[in-house]
C-alpha cells in the first residue's frame, strides 16, 4: 500500500511569486486535508476536499486555494507569497465521506522558504 | 471553541527512563476524536493512536500507553523504558464530526529528547 507523496520536498520562493505545492493520497482514501506548520507550533488547518470540492476550510485568506483530481490526488496553490508563507505544508489523506472522523494520514511535508 | 494544550514544550529524559506526555483538550462536542502523532526530524506526521470520545479504556503497545480521562479532559502518553529513537516531537490532536468536514486541532506539541 502506498502512503502519502507530497512534491516537491523543499522550495525557494520570493514575496510576491505564486507556487504549487501537490500530494498524492494514500491508496484506498478519497478525502485529502493540507495543514500548515510554522517553525515550532502545531500544524495549522488550511482545507480540505473531497470528491474534488471543498468541503471545508481553516482561518486562511483566498489567495491559498486547492484541487482535488478524480484520482484524489491534490495540490495546493498560494498567490502573492508574503514572508510568513514560510512553513512545513503537510498533506493528509483520509477514507470516508469527507465528514467523517477517519485517521489522517500524513505525507512527509513541503518545505516553503519565502525570501 | 475547541482547543489542545500540551503545557510541556521540552523534555529530556535518560534512556530506560519512562516519560508521560500530557495533553488537555477543550470541546463542547459530546462526540469526538482524540489522536497522538509522532513528528521525527524528517518531518512527517506519523499516526501513533486514535481514541474515542466514548471509550475511556487505556491502551497499552508495546512501550507506548495512553491514559483517557474524560473527568478532566486529558489524554496522556506514556513512553515506558524510553529509547533513543523515541526522540521526537509529539503532538495531541482532537477532532470532530461538525460542520461536515474532519479537521484535526493539534497542540503546540512536547519535544522529547532521549540521550543514550
Known amino acids: 500500500e502506498t502512503g502519502v507523496t507530497q512534491s516537491p520536498t523543499h522550495l525557494i520562493k520570493t514575496r510576491g511569486q505564486q507556487v504549487t505545492l501537490r500530494c498524492s493520497s494514500q491508496?484506498?482514501?478519497?478525502?485529502v486535508s493540507w495543514y500548515q506548520q510554522a517553525l515550532g507550533q502545531g500544524p495549522q488547518f488550511i482545507f480540505q476536499y473531497y470528491r474534488e470540492e471543498e468541503n471545508g476550510r481553516g482561518n486562511f485568506p483566498p489567495r491559498f486555494s486547492g484541487l482535488q483530481f478524480p484520482n484524489y490526488s491534490s495540490e495546493l496553490n498560494v498567490n502573492a507569497l508574503e514572508l510568513d508563507d514560510s512553513a512545513l505544508y503537510l498533506c493528509?489523506?483520509?477514507?470516508?465521506?469527507?465528514?467523517?472522523?477517519?485517521?489522517?494520514?500524513f505525507g512527509p511535508g513541503t518545505r516553503l522558504t519565502v525570501l | 471553541a475547541q482547543k489542545v494544550t500540551q503545557a510541556q514544550t521540552e523534555i529530556s529524559v535518560v534512556e530506560k527512563e519512562d516519560v508521560t506526555l500530557d495533553c488537555v483538550y477543550e470541546t463542547r462536542d459530546t462526540t469526538y476524536y482524540l489522536f497522538w502523532y509522532k513528528q521525527p526530524p524528517s518531518g512527517e506526521l506519523v499516526f501513533l493512536i486514535r481514541r474515542n470520545s466514548f471509550d475511556e479504556q487505556n491502551e497499552i503497545s508495546g512501550r507506548y500507553s495512553w491514559n483517557f480521562q474524560k473527568s478532566t479532559s486529558s489524554f496522556n502518553f506514556t513512553i515506558t523504558a524510553s529509547q533513543v529513537v523515541d526522540s521526537a516531537v509529539y503532538f495531541c490532536?482532537?477532532?470532530?464530526?461538525?460542520?461536515?468536514?474532519?479537521?484535526?486541532?493539534f497542540g503546540a506539541g512536547t519535544r522529547l529528547a532521549v540521550h543514550p
Open positions: 491508496s484506498g482514501h478519497n478525502t
Open positions: 490532536a482532537l477532532t470532530s464530526f461538525s460542520g461536515g468536514y474532519n479537521k484535526l486541532i
Open positions: 493528509a489523506s483520509s477514507r470516508g465521506t469527507g465528514g467523517g472522523t477517519d485517521t489522517q494520514y
